[in-house]
């Protein structure tokens, strides 16, 4: 299963080793990531596949939301499928 | 792989726009659930629906973390109670409303529609002690909804029922006075009522439902006025190309809930009610959209042509995106609950002949209009009848929902919190139509040739 995480703020320091330490430590594989400066907010967005993903998914939510708060950044983890729908037929 | 631009699409629609799962609604049949002492009939209900809505409110709790979209109600309804109290002895329905009230709170769900009767040819005996026992029914509970069919296109207007539903609304109104009559918030009056309805407080669980279902209504005033704003000037080709876009991607969206809802609870999945429902939130409103085709102000002239396009918009990006819209699908026009609706009625710009005219193009009917406290009764059964007939002979589904709010005056303002919102009193013609009202009996069906 892949789920889509994005991160949206002010850019600094450590942004993706803050996100990938905790991705590394809950075993979920990065599979693409992008980052871009949108409407002056810095905002990167990480493909992830979560089914080898050793804690529970709400967790890794959790965990992530809590790095975001932080670093002074929106972090967000979502199933990949509700864009899908929106923009894929 | 999805483009950036898609992904902050979404989250701006879901984080500014104010796009959101309005209702995950389960429908459960109580047929079962009959029987003669009244007592045990409550406690079938009350085990049933608990059993069956037992994971309703966790399940979808976790469907909005993992997908991050917010679901703000999780409800049920039910099949309409008249039906299934009619087999027993006693007259005393309103402990069936608190039967379904309990349960509501076990599995915690915030309402529990279906305390309704389907009387638009005529009463049983169970309809009639149902009707009767709405305004204790309603008064003495916080969750349960109550609705009652009074017309159809096939059968036409039930005139008995709709004078006896004045009464019944002025009840409620009474009863519930030290709490701006809260009660009559609860009560929709339908004519063309539908099965499958997902949104309260007019939902129950229609005779050709299956055993259990989940429906599931989305919402987005918000993200069609967004979009709206990005085609300014342009034509109304392009308005309707731009709604039914947005509609698009909406429903694919609730789709995908209704399904992942249904796979997890493990009960089929019936239809995406693609309404746009407003809240009284800034940035939620129905009447901004229309606003921002071009109208200084919702209810001026204009309105029931641009409400028109709207509606139908809605409704043809909605049916490409999924193959089961049902429900009410379309846009509501409830004055309460919708920002722009409330500024409108303030300034004068919409009066509730406006409001009646704009129920021929729009979904569902006249919703949360309060009016003053000493209207009577024959008046409220007027209004009724002129909503009826609406519906009946344009085929569409017509509602009243109708506050008469006890001890206030035309520009008074009633607050019924939350979802609910606040009104301003409402101005109603002074003129009476009791004898057009006492006379009784069924308007007849309406022909369906000689269209003009």
Request: proline content about 4%; hydrophobic content about 45%; charged content about 20%.
């Amino acid at each position: 299963m892949r789920a889509i995480i994005t991160v949206i703020g002010n850019d600094r320091v450590g942004i993706i080793a803050g996100v990938s330490n905790i991705l590394a430590a809950t075993n979920v594989n990065i599979l693409d990531i992008t980052q871009t400066i949108m409407q002056d907010v810095f905002t990167m967005i990480t493909l992830v596949e979560i089914s080898k993903c050793n804690i529970p998914f709400l967790d890794l939510s959790e965990r992530l939301e809590n790095k975001g708060v932080e670093m002074g950044l929106r972090i967000q983890i979502q199933h990949e499928d509700i864009f899908n729908s929106m923009h894929r037929i | 792989m999805l483009r950036p631009f898609e992904i902050i699409e979404t989250l701006e629609m879901i984080e500014k726009e104010n796009l959101d799962i309005r209702t995950i609604t389960m429908g459960i049949s109580l047929r079962d659930c009959c029987h003669p002492d009244i007592n045990i009939s409550c406690q079938k209900i009350y085990d049933k629906i608990t059993r069956y809505a037992e994971k309703l409110v966790i399940t979808g709790a976790n469907i909005e973390k993992e997908y991050g979209i917010p679901i703000i109600n999780k409800r049920i309804s039910v099949t309409p109670i008249a039906l299934i109290a009619e087999s027993c002895d006693s007259a005393d329905y309103a402990k069936f409303a608190l039967a379904m009230d309990r349960a509501a709170n076990t599995v915690g769900v915030n309402f529990i529609g279906g305390f309704s009767a389907l009387v638009h040819k005529g009463y049983t005996n169970g309809d009639r002690k149902l009707i009767a026992s709405i305004p204790e029914a309603l008064s003495t509970t916080n969750k349960v909804c109550s609705s009652v069919n009074i017309a159809s296109t096939k059968a036409g207007i039930n005139m008995d029922a709709v004078a006896e539903m004045g009464i019944i609304i002025k009840k409620c109104a009474e009863l519930t006075a030290d709490n701006n009559a809260l009660a009559c918030a609860k009560l929709v009056v339908f004519a063309n009522a539908v099965e499958d309805n997902p949104f309260m407080a007019g939902a129950f669980h229609g005779i050709g439902e299956p055993e259990c279902v989940i429906n599931v209504g989305v919402s987005g005033p918000g993200v069609v006025k967004c979009a709206l704003e990005k085609v300014k000037g342009a034509d109304f080709g392009t308005v309707s190309e731009t709604i039914k876009k947005t509609a698009f991607k909406i429903t694919r969206m609730g789709e995908l809930v209704a399904r992942e809802a249904s796979r997890r609870l493990n009960v089929p999945f019936g239809i995406v009610d693609l309404s746009l429902a407003p809240t009284p939130a800034i940035g939620d409103s129905v009447a901004h959209i229309l606003e921002e085709m071009g109208l200084e102000k919702c209810g001026t002239h204009g309105t029931t042509a641009a409400l028109a396009l709207l509606n139908d918009a809605v409704k043809k990006g909605g049916v490409m995106a999924s193959s089961y819209v049902g429900g009410l699908s379309g846009a509501f026009i409830p004055v309460s609950e919708d920002a722009g609706m409330i500024s409108s009625v303030e300034c004068g710009a919409l009066s509730l002949e406006k409001l009646e005219a704009m129920t021929c193009v729009c979904s569902v009917g006249l919703d949360m209009i309060v009016v003053p406290g000493d209207t009577s009764a024959d008046t409220i059964s007027a209004i009724i009848a002129d909503e009826a007939a609406i519906g009946v002979v344009n085929t569409k589904t017509t509602a009243v929902r109708i506050i008469p709010a006890p001890g206030k005056k035309v520009g008074d303002i009633v607050e019924f919190g939350g979802l609910l919102g606040y009104a301003p009193v409402m101005k109603v013609n002074s003129y009476g139509s009791a004898d057009f009202i006492k006379r009784g009996g069924r308007i007849p069906a309406p022909l369906h040739s000689l269209k003009n």
